[in-house]
């Protein structure tokens, strides 16, 4: 399967503690998206990497959430001291470079990681 | 604001088309619009997307108005494996390309 993954596809916490979601991009895709979806609402973005280099936050993205790519290819979701209201699923998506993918910016999502905070 | 404005929900029936609308009225001249569909406990998937001209793939067309502020995307024959929250996205670009999804259009196929 040469589509975007993410791991786990589920996990249930409980309040204040440490959750950690990983996504693996398309191979070739230097673009990376994480995205936060409630239950009846569309995805929200939340912060958009070129590479290794992170590019954009939203300012959903409080302090206590931390997103990284260190080698450009996967990338991992922090969440510390976890609360209900992050209570989600949690989408990553890639798409191509640039020069590849012309002026628009087509993105594959991942499944979503499912968070559940007790 | 960015968000586009799409019906909560629509029905359709089994193997007739479906015109679900979208309306985009602040768009600027290099926003492109996409459409992106999710199944159930599933991610988005990608659709179509145009910038002026009507577009078709293998999967549907897409109707874009001549101002630009309002698309439809249209699904020849509707399969009950359409069913399925629809997504119309102004693509705006800032460097990158931010995606502000709105609600969605939820569509019910009825056998």
């Known amino acids: 399967d040469t589509g975007v993954s993410q791991n786990p596809r589920h996990k249930i916490t409980k309040r204040g503690q440490n959750v950690t979601f990983r996504c693996d991009p398309i191979s070739e895709h230097n673009r990376l998206y994480w995205y936060r979806q409630t239950l009846g609402q569309g995805p929200e973005f939340l912060t958009y990497?070129?590479?290794?280099?992170?590019?954009?936050k939203s300012r959903l993205l409080s302090d206590r959430f931390s997103a990284e790519r260190p080698k450009g290819s996967f990338s991992t979701l922090e969440i510390q001291r976890t609360e209900q209201g992050d209570s989600a699923m949690y989408l990553c998506?890639?798409?191509?470079?640039?020069?590849?993918?012309?002026?628009?910016?087509?993105?594959?999502f991942g499944p979503g990681t499912r968070l559940t905070v007790l | 604001d960015a968000k586009t404005t799409q019906p909560n929900s629509m029905e359709s029936n089994e193997e007739e088309p479906v015109h679900l609308p979208c309306n985009h009225s602040?768009?600027?001249?290099?926003?492109?619009i996409h459409w992106y569909r999710q199944l159930p406990s599933q991610g988005p998937e990608y659709v179509i997307h145009?910038?002026?001209s009507n577009v078709n793939n293998r999967m549907a067309s897409l109707a874009i108005a001549e101002d630009r502020k309002s698309s439809t995307l249209i699904l020849h024959r509707a399969t009950l494996r359409d069913a399925a929250v629809y997504y119309c996205i102004r693509k705006i670009h800032t460097g990158g390309f931010k995606t502000i999804f709105g609600a969605g259009t939820r569509l019910f196929v009825k056998a």
């Open positions: 990497f070129q590479n290794e280099a992170q590019l954009e």
């Open positions: 602040t768009i600027s001249g290099t926003d492109y």
């Open positions: 998506a890639s798409s191509l470079p640039p020069r590849l993918a012309g002026s628009t910016d087509t993105q594959y």
């Open positions: 145009g910038l002026t």
